[in-house]
């Protein structure tokens, strides 16, 4: 707006305002058809791209139908299901095989505790019973065997990977070692985003045969290093056995009472591992679960009490915590117990496991630490009322032909030995399958194996033959192609509705004026009609439809498709009796699953069969190409949502377009001022024209 100062008709009496509004309403129909013209362009830019969202949909549809597996569904039929059951993969060759007989079915190895004794033997003491939820340490005298408890520290960290190509960690507490065959092993279990790693302190002297994941321990440094790139943000999960720890802290004066992390003290451990205290520069000893100072020789004033069984310790003298804050130093070890497991793989190889039961720990958790185990592939089992253990591989097969599929390592006196009374127990099962098929004998390690793309299901042992069928899925093979068809219909549907859809040139988009005398029912009337008929005739859509026709109606010239399946209308697709529909097809059922069931070959190649030229393509690899050139030359047109104006030709237009409607309305900016200021002059001068006639009306009236 112009900052020329405006009369408007003071003097002449006139409706300026009015006067310059008319005349400026004529002078701005050129800037109104410009905003028409932008309107349009950008109503065509969304119709092009809602048609092109089309277009892509069905370029991935083309993609699928490229694929073998859309074509090579197979299904089986087994003549006795309660004997054996099959699924065929997509690439199983067409026909039947027979099972003449199974012999023996595969069986997973087990082992049942105390089964090494002539007569079963329960592990818990006659009159005595074990509660798999309570704790361990609690129930010792329970075991008939009791429990080998060690003085050591479970502890727990856990650490996030940052990356690096050979990963680290260090650990707060050196690990108890153990030295088996050469080998020194550490007391630990880690866990890299749930995938299990044994530690050792040097992997050259691993076995070949026991394969897994390994990490190596630096006794010196105390760092845990694996020997491959940890990715950023990986879970680190290290649990390990120490021999004692030492936790430090700082309280404050009169404070009563000091919780240790782990319970379970090991009031009996002496050296390294013995209980002691430390409060500012005084050390404290411990002796029947009192805490006396050192200098106290003759124990006579125990400064506080520890509860062994929960690792509280509370003072009772309060003059030995009497500064504003006070360093509070215990070094202490735990009760723990050991047990070891392995288990052998279809390949020979072995996966060895070593378990740290913390005194706090229930049979519960021994067993879902077994069970959850990465790699060992033992699942065991504690039974209430039989009051038995058992362990049992969760692959069947006989997986190791030396022995046993599971072993039980470690000493005598490790937890599953002893207590759970495993020395010595016989495996059952670990057999394979075995049987004849088509004339042959063999065997698998599973019930269920794959033979030749087909996977059959050993159900029973039997000596009665079962036949096992594999076919064409008819069903699957149709139901994909009528999906491709059903896609193709919708596209030709969605382009020819804009070419026929109707235009109407006396719908001009509103103008914001023209909206305000409208309602708003009226307004979407109007806009329905002006942007109707926008792609009419678009030649682009036109030669798409014209191109594609052209090439779903084409025979396929390919030497390895039957001449009597050379073209869709062959196989019972063709276009519709209406034209107006602009080519849509249309299913002959019969004729269709007929074909595929004739000459699947054939029926798949007339799709996807590839070429050096079009007229040796299939439908799909013909229309791909046709259909990917179509949605690029609309992209060219009409830009995709990421896009910026200047990077498509309706965009660049409607930018021109912007550029022409700020020139103008600058222009008609200019040309209002230029109305006002011709205005203005008037009034002045009809101003200074009455002023003249008071003046002189008011000297001839005084004569």
Same mark, same amino acid.
């Given at each position: 707006?112009?900052s020329?100062?405006?009369?408007t008709?003071?003097?002449?009496?006139?409706?300026?305002?009015?006067?310059?509004?008319?005349?400026?309403?004529a002078?701005?129909?050129p800037?109104v058809?410009?905003?028409?013209?932008k309107?349009i362009?950008?109503?065509?830019?969304e119709?092009?791209?809602?048609?092109n969202q089309?277009?892509?949909?069905?370029?991935?549809?083309?993609?699928n139908?490229?694929l073998?597996s859309?074509y090579?569904?197979r299904?089986?039929?087994?003549?006795?299901? &309660?004997y054996v059951?099959?699924?065929?993969?997509?690439?199983?060759?067409l026909g039947?095989? @027979? $099972?003449? *007989?199974?012999?023996?079915?595969?069986?997973?190895a #087990?082992k049942?505790s105390?089964s090494?004794s002539?007569?079963?033997?329960?592990?818990?003491?006659?009159?005595?019973?074990i509660?798999?939820?309570a704790?361990?340490?609690s %129930?010792?005298?329970?075991?008939?065997?009791?429990? @080998?408890w060690?003085?050591?520290?479970?502890v727990?960290q856990?650490?996030?990977?940052?990356?690096?190509?050979?990963? =680290?960690?260090?650990?707060?507490?050196?690990?108890?070692?153990?030295t088996?065959d050469g080998?020194?092993?550490?007391?630990?279990?880690?866990?890299?985003?749930?995938?299990?790693y044994?530690?050792?302190?040097?992997?050259s002297? $691993?076995? !070949?045969?026991?394969?897994?994941n390994?990490?190596?321990?630096?006794?010196?440094?105390?760092?845990l290093?694996? /020997?491959?790139?940890? =990715?950023?943000? *990986?879970?680190?999960?290290?649990e390990?056995?120490?021999?004692a720890?030492?936790? #430090?802290?700082?309280?404050a004066?009169?404070?009563?009472?000091?919780?240790?992390?782990?319970?379970?003290?090991?009031?009996?451990?002496?050296?390294?591992q013995?209980?002691?205290l430390?409060?500012?520069?005084t050390?404290?000893?411990?002796?029947?679960?009192?805490?006396?100072?050192?200098?106290?020789?003759g124990?006579s004033?125990? +400064?506080?009490?520890?509860d062994?069984?929960?690792?509280?310790?509370?003072?009772?003298?309060s003059?030995?915590?009497?500064?504003?804050? &006070?360093?509070?130093s215990?070094?202490?070890?735990?009760k723990?117990?050991?047990?070891?497991?392995?288990?052998?793989n279809?390949?020979?190889?072995?996966?060895?496991?070593?378990?740290y039961?913390d005194?706090?720990?229930?049979?519960?958790?021994?067993?879902?630490?077994v069970?959850?185990h990465?790699?060992?592939?033992?699942?065991?089992?504690?039974?209430e009322?039989?009051?038995?253990?058992?362990?049992?591989?969760?692959?069947?097969?006989?997986?190791?032909?030396?022995?046993?599929e $599971? +072993?039980?390592g470690?000493s005598?006196?490790?937890f599953?030995n002893?207590?759970?009374?495993?020395n010595?127990?016989?495996?059952?099962?670990?057999?394979?399958?075995k049987?004849?098929?088509?004339?042959?004998?063999?065997?698998?390690?599973?019930n269920?194996?794959?033979?030749s793309?087909?996977?059959?299901?050993?159900?029973?042992k039997?000596?009665?033959?079962?036949?096992?069928?594999?076919?064409?899925d008819?069903?699957?093979?149709?139901k &994909?192609i009528?999906?491709?068809?059903?896609?193709?219909n919708?596209?030709?549907?969605?382009?020819?509705?804009?070419?026929n859809?109707?235009?109407?040139? !006396?719908?001009?988009?509103?103008?914001?004026? %023209?909206?305000?005398?409208?309602?708003?029912?009226?307004?979407?009337?109007?806009?329905?009609?002006?942007r109707?008929?926008?792609?009419?005739?678009?030649?682009?859509?036109?030669?798409?439809?014209?191109?594609?026709?052209s090439?779903i109606y084409s025979?396929?010239? &390919?030497a390895?498709?039957?001449?009597?399946?050379?073209?869709?209308s062959s196989?019972?697709?063709?276009?519709?009796?209406?034209?107006?529909?602009?080519?849509?097809?249309?299913?002959?059922?019969?004729?269709?699953?007929?074909? +595929?069931?004739?000459d699947? /070959? =054939?029926?798949e190649?007339?799709?996807?069969a590839?070429?050096s030229?079009?007229s040796?393509?299939?439908i799909?690899?013909?229309?791909?190409d046709?259909?990917n050139? #179509?949605?690029?030359?609309?992209? !060219?047109?009409a830009?995709?949502?990421?896009?910026?104006? #200047?990077?498509?030709?309706?965009?660049?237009?409607?930018?021109?377009?912007?550029?022409? +409607?700020?020139?103008?309305? /600058?222009?008609? /900016?200019?040309l209002?001022?230029?109305?006002?200021a %011709?205005? @203005?002059?008037?009034?002045?001068?009809i %101003?200074?024209?009455?002023?003249?006639?008071t003046?002189? *009306?008011?000297?001839f009236?005084? *004569?």
């Amino acid at each position: 707006m112009s900052s020329i100062q405006r009369i408007t008709g003071l003097a002449s009496g006139m409706d300026i305002d009015s006067i310059v509004e008319k005349m400026m309403t004529a002078a701005k129909q050129p800037l109104v058809k410009l905003q028409q013209q932008k309107q349009i362009l950008e109503w065509q830019e969304e119709d092009y791209r809602t048609l092109n969202q089309k277009y892509f949909d069905f370029r991935s549809t083309l993609s699928n139908m490229k694929l073998t597996s859309k074509y090579r569904a197979r299904t089986t039929a087994s003549s006795n299901e &309660n004997y054996v059951t099959a699924t065929a993969a997509n690439n199983a060759a067409l026909g039947s095989a @027979t $099972i003449q *007989s199974v012999t023996q079915l595969a069986t997973a190895a #087990t082992k049942i505790s105390g089964s090494g004794s002539e007569t079963a033997t329960t592990i818990s003491k006659s009159g005595a019973k074990i509660k798999a939820d309570a704790s361990l340490y609690s %129930q010792t005298g329970n075991f008939l065997n009791g429990i @080998t408890w060690n003085n050591g520290v479970v502890v727990s960290q856990s650490f996030s990977g940052d990356g690096d190509a050979t990963a =680290s960690v260090k650990l707060s507490n050196p690990p108890v070692s153990t030295t088996t065959d050469g080998i020194t092993y550490y007391a630990m279990n880690v866990k890299v985003n749930g995938k299990t790693y044994q530690v050792v302190n040097d992997k050259s002297n $691993i076995p !070949d045969n026991e394969k897994g994941n390994y990490a190596v321990y630096n006794a010196e440094s105390g760092v845990l290093t694996f /020997d491959s790139a940890v =990715s950023s943000g *990986s879970s680190i999960n290290v649990e390990y056995v120490a021999g004692a720890v030492t936790e #430090t802290k700082t309280l404050a004066q009169g404070t009563a009472m000091m919780q240790l992390g782990h319970g379970l003290i090991a009031t009996d451990a002496g050296g390294d591992q013995a209980f002691s205290l430390k409060i500012n520069n005084t050390n404290y000893v411990l002796e029947n679960d009192k805490l006396y100072a050192e200098s106290d020789t003759g124990k006579s004033s125990p +400064i506080g009490t520890l509860d062994a069984s929960t690792g509280l310790i509370t003072f009772t003298d309060s003059s030995v915590l009497s500064g504003e804050s &006070n360093t509070v130093s215990v070094t202490y070890s735990s009760k723990y117990a050991t047990m070891s497991l392995g288990s052998y793989n279809e390949d020979g190889s072995m996966n060895k496991a070593a378990f740290y039961i913390d005194g706090t720990d229930s049979l519960n958790d021994v067993m879902a630490n077994v069970n959850n185990h990465s790699t060992l592939g033992v699942s065991m089992y504690y039974d209430e009322n039989a009051d038995r253990v058992s362990l049992t591989r969760k692959m069947t097969g006989d997986l190791n032909k030396n022995g046993d599929e $599971i +072993i039980i390592g470690g000493s005598e006196n490790d937890f599953l030995n002893q207590t759970l009374q495993f020395n010595g127990s016989r495996e059952s099962g670990g057999e394979n399958a075995k049987f004849t098929i088509n004339g042959l004998e063999t065997e698998r390690t599973s019930n269920t194996f794959t033979i030749s793309g087909v996977t059959y299901t050993l159900k029973s042992k039997f000596d009665t033959p079962v036949t096992v069928t594999v076919s064409n899925d008819t069903d699957t093979i149709f139901k &994909n192609i009528k999906d491709f068809v059903d896609q193709y219909n919708s596209l030709i549907d969605a382009v020819q509705s804009k070419l026929n859809e109707d235009r109407y040139p !006396d719908y001009a988009p509103l103008t914001d004026d %023209q909206r305000k005398e409208l309602t708003d029912t009226q307004q979407d009337q109007w806009d329905k009609k002006a942007r109707s008929g926008l792609l009419r005739n678009d030649m682009t859509l036109k030669s798409s439809l014209s191109n594609m026709r052209s090439l779903i109606y084409s025979k396929v010239n &390919n030497a390895n498709i039957s001449s009597e399946y050379n073209q869709l209308s062959s196989i019972g697709i063709t276009t519709t009796s209406d034209w107006l529909k602009g080519g849509k097809l249309e299913i002959n059922e019969d004729k269709l699953k007929a074909a +595929i069931q004739n000459d699947p /070959d =054939s029926v798949e190649l007339l799709f996807r069969a590839t070429g050096s030229t079009t007229s040796e393509k299939g439908i799909v690899q013909r229309l791909y190409d046709s259909v990917n050139q #179509t949605y690029n030359t609309i992209v !060219d047109k009409a830009g995709k949502s990421t896009y910026v104006n #200047t990077q498509f030709t309706i965009g660049k237009n409607i930018n021109d377009l912007t550029d022409k +409607i700020s020139d103008m309305n /600058d222009k008609l /900016d200019k040309l209002e001022d230029r109305y006002y200021a %011709q205005f @203005t002059a008037m009034e002045q001068a009809i %101003q200074k024209y009455n002023s003249q006639y008071t003046y002189l *009306s008011s000297f001839f009236s005084n *004569s």
